[in-house]
């Protein structure tokens, strides 16, 4: 899995720094070509000689330590590289990388890359579940970072809990299974729907609801990581679409039907993440409204249902479909299965913490034509997307006579 890939294993200036050596040989065994870069507090723990006699490489340190004058050595390795490993990660390296700074060779380099990037955490277990810590690894992880989750144990400090770096073993496994998933989707097409609808009453108003895209972001994010060609329909979003997918705009449902129904045909799986709007004006006013009367009645129309217009069309597609609830999930979820022929429905129920519109946190149950599949704990959006598109990709992989995906 590999072998000839270049991988940039940055080292950081933790105690675990002496565990990346195994790292570093293990790669160097799986064939891969290990380019590594150290942090100057990374040069205290371990010297750079231990892993230049590792990977046969020079190890690189200081941003200004420009051998070859046709290159400028950061963009050269940020191009070159297939994956980025950092091993271990600090809490000071994490915030500088969710901050975007770009004071050292390492931080530049991730800053210009486009490689997947694995980071494996270390530090002290109270510094570990520090509110800061974990919400930059958040940021982190919605744009695309995956974590490898330290171990538990006796640690360097004194301490007894999580915060050890994981074994290299577990590292190197990991790296494997990324390079695995990036192949997953190869040659197929995902098409998405993220956001909210709005519907317009007057030049000034609106109707529209609280999803602010980021469930079905994460989703496209996923898919683009295994290789998919993404395209994702979004209406109104409070986040950046990810990068490396192709983005229509829209506003309201009527335009969000026209332009799902324009690439549906083409597509191999269809996630309806989106929040549309189940009612339209039946007027939309040119001019603002005034203040008269005491009262105001609008009339509201049935908008067309998506999801439902996707499944009566659905010929080879693996259609999944989303329900945001607040009671009776599980009835809920069966009834837009047999009613909106979806292969899959995410469920979740909104008025749990943490799992509403708006949060980075999901608390989900999958559920298929025989019942519930999975039930999800709170997690990241991103993870919760993870698993979503696994279950995606296996059914579409059954369907086409391939491997079992579940």
């Known amino acids: 899995m590999l072998q000839g890939k270049t991988i940039v294993l940055g080292i950081t200036g933790g105690i675990a720094a002496y565990k990346a050596a195994a790292v570093c040989s293990k790669l160097s065994q799986s064939g891969a070509d290990v380019r590594v870069v150290m942090t100057e507090s990374a040069t205290k723990f371990i010297a750079p000689l231990t892993f230049q006699a590792i990977s046969r490489n020079r190890v690189i340190v200081d941003t200004f330590d420009e051998e070859d004058p046709s290159v400028i050595a950061h963009i050269d390795l940020a191009d ?41 955490p270390a530090m002290n277990v109270h510094m570990y579940a520090h509110v800061t810590v974990q919400t930059h690894m958040e940021q982190l992880r919605a744009r695309g970072v995956r974590f490898v989750e330290p171990g538990e144990g006796f640690l360097a400090c004194g301490y007894t809990g999580k915060g050890r770096l994981a074994e290299p073993e577990h590292i190197v496994d990991e790296l494997m299974r990324m390079f695995k998933m990036k192949s997953e989707l190869s040659g197929k097409k995902v098409l998405v729907t993220a956001g909210a609808t709005v519907e317009r009453i007057d030049p000034v108003r609106y109707l529209t609801n609280d999803s602010s895209g980021k469930m079905g972001f994460a989703v496209a994010a996923a898919a683009r990581d295994r290789g998919a060609r993404v395209t994702v329909i979004a209406g109104r979003t409070s986040v950046e679409p990810p990068s490396g997918v192709d983005v229509i705009r829209v506003e309201s449902a009527e335009e969000m039907l026209h332009a799902a129904l324009s690439k549906f045909g083409d597509a191999d799986i269809v996630v309806k993440a989106a929040a549309v709007a189940d009612y339209r004006p039946v007027r939309t006013e040119q001019k603002k409204i005034k203040k008269s009367e005491q009262h105001l009645s609008l009339e509201l129309e049935r908008t067309t249902d998506i999801l439902k217009e996707l499944g009566n069309r659905k010929t080879h597609q693996v259609l999944v479909g989303f329900a945001a609830e607040t009671h009776e999930l599980e009835r809920q979820a069966m009834a837009k299965i047999a009613s909106k022929r979806c292969d899959l429905v995410v469920a979740n129920d909104v008025t749990i913490p943490g799992a509403g519109f708006s949060a980075d946190t999901n608390e989900v149950s999958i ?15 991103r993870d919760a997307a993870e ?20």
């Open 80 to 120: 070159r590289a297939d994956a980025v490993v950092i091993a271990p990660a600090t809490a000071n390296f994490l915030a500088k990388t969710a901050l975007g700074l770009g004071d050292d060779m390492l931080s530049t380099t991730l800053l210009a890359t486009r490689a997947p990037i694995l980071v494996a």
């Open 367 to 381: 559920f298929d034509t025989n019942g519930l599949v999975e039930k999800l704990p709170l997690q990241s959006k």
């Open 387 to 406: 698993r979503i598109v696994t279950l995606a990709a296996g059914l579409l992989a059954e369907r086409s006579g391939g491997k079992q995906g579940r």
